[in-house]
Structures are given as structure tokens and as C-alpha cells.
T-cell receptor, first 111, second 112 residues
Framework: ELKVEQNPLFLSMQEGKNYTIYCNYS?????LYWYRQDPGKSLESLFV?????AVKQEGRLMASLDTKARLSTLHITAAVHDLSATYFC???????????FGTGTRLKVLA | DTGVSQNPRHKITKRGQNVTFRCDPI?????LYWYRQTLGQGPEFLTY????????KSRLLSDRFSAERPKGSFSTLEIQRTEQGDSAMYLC??????????FGPGTRLTVT
């Protein structure tokens, strides 16, 4: 059974600092997704990672995937207040392709 | 707007009442998923349709829950005899056969 773990669960950081969120998954998964969620809102797609070694960047966010280690990272560069949100990773389970989500990382960027 | 839509966006109901939610997927998507998200948690899979066939149901989907997708288009999720523990955000997503899922805005249910 596929399980997804994220850490840290909570992250409070100063503006301008860098940090990384980690996402581990327990069994083979061919796809890894990152989402952002603002309070009371739905999920906003950030990145889709489809292969080992995949790296994608958008603004101050960069995501990578290591399928051998079953690890994905979301790196934040020079954080700004607007990045404050909850970030989820999700891995898809073969067959149904249903998503298994991590518990989320609640990020707060302090001005 | 050609995204996934969900109605209603918010629903407040009293314990013991029945509620029904609707999801309209992106028109060319044959797969449709329902997830439930409780406060402070990640979304959890409830059920999945390919066209009109319901192919998988989570054990989270108790006998009080039923989902349909007549004609392989929109889907409904009904909860009978609601309980306070049913309070959550219910998210619908659709996808093409092996593609990325696109999420709707969600329906927030509050059971009082």
C-alpha cells in the first residue's frame, strides 16, 4: 500500500531565507505532484514530476524527484510572504492513478 | 470556464439530514475522483469512476455514502444521515485516461 510522508509539518521562516520540504513515498510510484493550498481554498497545481531526475522550477520554487530514493523535494529560494500556504505532495498509485497525499507542510513566511 | 465545477460550494446541515453534492468534470475527461479533506489533513481518496463505472471505493466510504456518475458525465456524492464527523471539504477531480487530475473548488460541508 502506497504511503506518503512529508516533513516538516510546520515551517516558519524569515523572508529571504531558503528551505526545503521533503516528501518520501513507500512504494514504486510513477508520478509525483506538488500542490499549494490557501486556507479554505482548493488545490493549486504547482509541479508534475514524471521521471527519475526530473527537476522543475517556477519562480522561487523548485521541485525534484529521485525515484530510486523514493524522495521528492520542494526547495524554496529567498522566501517571500506570498508563499505562505500549505504545500502537499501526492504520489499516484498505478492502475486507478488515484492520488495518495502527504499530510502537508504548513509554511509561514515572516516579514 | 472549462474547469471542474462543484456545487454547492458550501453546505450547512443538521445531523441526521441527507446531503447531495454535484461535480461537473472537464468534458473530455473520462476519469472522475472524489476526495475528502478534513481540517489539517491531506485529501483522502474516496472513490473513482471511469466513464460511468465506479471502479474503486475506499473503506472510508461507509454505507451512508453513495456516488454515481450516470452516462459518464457529471457525478453526485450523497451522504445519508449525516454525522458531525462528516464535516469536511469534499473535492472532485477529473482526468483523461493517464493524465494529471484537475481539481474543482470543493464543497465545504458543516454538520451541526
Amino acid at each position: 500500500e502506497l504511503k506518503v510522508e512529508q516533513n516538516p509539518l510546520f515551517l516558519s521562516m524569515q523572508e529571504g531565507k531558503n528551505y526545503t520540504i521533503y516528501c518520501n513515498y513507500s512504494t514504486t510510484s510513477d508520478r509525483l505532484y506538488w500542490y499549494r493550498q490557501d486556507p479554505g481554498k482548493s488545490l493549486e497545481s504547482l509541479f508534475v514530476l514524471l521521471s527519475n531526475g526530473a527537476v522543475k522550477q517556477e519562480g522561487r520554487l523548485m521541485a525534484s524527484l529521485d525515484t530510486k530514493a523514493r524522495l521528492s523535494t520542494l526547495h524554496i529560494t529567498a522566501a517571500v510572504h506570498d508563499l505562505s500556504a500549505t504545500y502537499f505532495c501526492a504520489a499516484s498509485e498505478g492502475g486507478t492513478y488515484k492520488y495518495i497525499f502527504g499530510t502537508g507542510t504548513r509554511l509561514k513566511v515572516l516579514a | 470556464d472549462t474547469g471542474v465545477s462543484q456545487n454547492p460550494r458550501h453546505k450547512i446541515t443538521k445531523r441526521g439530514q441527507n446531503v447531495t453534492f454535484r461535480c461537473d468534470p472537464i468534458s473530455e475527461h473520462n476519469r472522475l475522483y472524489w476526495y475528502r479533506q478534513t481540517l489539517g489533513q491531506g485529501p483522502e481518496f474516496l472513490t473513482y469512476f471511469q466513464n460511468e463505472a465506479q471502479l474503486e471505493k475506499s473503506r472510508l466510504l461507509s454505507d451512508r455514502f453513495s456516488a454515481e456518475r450516470p452516462k459518464g458525465s457529471f457525478s453526485t456524492l450523497e451522504i445519508q444521515r449525516t454525522e458531525q464527523g462528516d464535516s469536511a471539504m469534499y473535492l472532485c477531480a477529473s482526468s483523461p485516461a493517464w493524465g494529471e487530475q484537475y481539481f474543482g473548488p470543493g464543497t465545504r460541508l458543516t454538520v451541526t
